[in-house]
Each structure stands twice: as structure tokens, then as C-alpha cells.
T-cell receptor, first 113, second 116 residues
């Protein structure tokens, strides 16, 4: 058990549709991160929460993307008006202090057709 | 600017061979952290090791060892007596202290294939 549950595992959607992914920490962590990994690449930072506050967003996170972490527990990542370029693995990671190494979830693989 | 380079895209070895995965990083910070992660075919990223910039001691954990050299900005990873189960993509990552975010900059990964 990784300590991070991500749902759904796979999502296929038509271009232009909205999608929402969810990240559920199994135990309490004050830091939560979202990353995106495209085929053949390393994960890229999208955004970071400290408890319920979203403290940093990457330039990769266009205005079609929004993330929330109500009550500092689970988090959701929504993509509006999906594009084929959004096809990727979306990873959630937790860390009490990031320097000790994150715990990653298994990710949600998004395919936009 | 921060950057992590893993020049080896793919390596194939025969079981029981030793293999070294290279990682070169760039950073302006004096305090930073380096990591290695393993991504098996199942897709989940598995934490292997963390090193901070103040600690240049090499580390050994079973068949795994890491060589950190600040002078060459490298943090290389060696697997001794490789096994088929070591087949995976391995990522090196850098995290800087400056912003307090501790976000990671990942390399592009090295795919290791261990043949029986």
C-alpha cells in the first residue's frame, strides 16, 4: 500500500470534455503535490498544497486546469475542455517535508481522443 | 536554472552484470537534495534514496550503491549483480531549498533492461 490512492486509474475522454481526478492520502500529510508525466519523460511539477492552501503553480498549469484541497485532506485536479496534449499520467505525491522523499500514488492515466 | 540530465536513454545488461546509471545536475543553490526513483512497468514511482548537498558520503544498500560527487555535479547509481526484477525506468531528481516548496526536477529517465 503506497499511502496514496488515486482514482480513476485510467480515463478516456473525448476532446473538449471536462475531467476530474482525485487523490486520497491514506494518512495525514500536510504537503501534497501534483505532477504530470508524458510518455518517455520524467514527471513535471504542476502544483503544490500545504494543507488546504495552494502555494505554488507551474506555468504548465494553464487556466483550463484547477486544483483544490478542501480541508487539507484529499485533493482534486480538474481539466476543462480537454485537448489531446493533455494526454498523460497525472501523479499525486505526499511528503511531510519534501526533502525526505515523496510517496507517489499510482497515478491516473488520461487519454484524450 | 535547475536541470537534471540522464544521458543514457536505455541500457541492456545480462543478469548478474553490474550496471551504472549516470545523473548530472545543475543548480545555483548551495543547499539541495538529490533523489533516485524506480518506476517498474506497473507505473508507480518507488523512492530509492535521498542525498543532501552537505553529505558526499557514498552509500550502499544491498546491491545498490550511490556515488555523489559535487565537483562534477554527478549522482550516479550502481546496481551490482543485476537481476531481472531490476528492469524498470530509473529517474534521478533534484530538489532545491530556496522556495520551501521542495518540488522535484526530474531527469528524463534511464530504461534498464536486465535479460535472463
Amino acid at each position: 500500500d503506497t499511502g496514496v490512492s488515486q482514482n480513476p486509474r485510467h480515463k478516456i475522454t473525448k476532446r473538449g470534455q471536462n475531467v476530474t481526478f482525485r487523490c486520497d492520502p491514506i494518512s495525514e500529510h500536510n504537503r501534497l503535490y501534483w505532477y504530470r508525466q508524458t510518455l518517455g519523460q520524467g514527471p513535471e511539477f504542476l502544483t503544490y498544497f500545504q494543507n488546504e492552501a495552494q502555494l505554488e503553480k507551474s506555468r504548465l498549469l494553464s487556466d483550463r486546469f484547477s486544483a483544490e484541497r478542501p480541508k487539507g485532506s484529499f485533493s482534486t485536479l480538474e481539466i476543462q475542455r480537454t485537448e489531446q496534449g493533455d494526454s498523460a499520467m497525472y501523479l499525486c505525491a505526499l511528503g511531510e517535508a519534501g526533502i525526505y522523499g515523496y510517496t507517489f500514488g499510482s497515478g491516473t492515466r488520461l487519454t484524450v481522443v | 536554472a535547475q536541470k537534471v540530465t540522464q544521458a543514457q536513454t536505455e541500457i541492456s545488461v545480462v543478469e548478474k552484470e553490474d550496471v551504472t546509471l549516470d545523473c548530472v545536475y545543475e543548480t545555483r543553490d548551495t543547499t539541495y537534495y538529490l533523489f533516485w526513483y524506480k518506476q517498474p512497468p506497473s507505473g508507480e514511482l518507488v523512492f530509492l534514496i535521498r542525498r543532501n548537498s552537505f553529505d558526499e558520503q557514498n552509500e550502499i544498500s544491498g546491491r545498490y550503491s550511490w556515488n555523489f560527487q559535487k565537483s562534477t555535479s554527478s549522482f550516479n547509481f550502481t546496481i551490482t549483480a543485476s537481476q531481472v526484477v531490476d528492469s524498470a525506468v530509473y529517474f534521478c531528481a533534484l530538489s532545491e531549498d530556496g522556495s520551501g516548496t521542495y518540488k522535484y526536477i526530474f531527469g528524463t529517465g534511464t530504461r534498464l533492461k536486465v535479460l535472463a
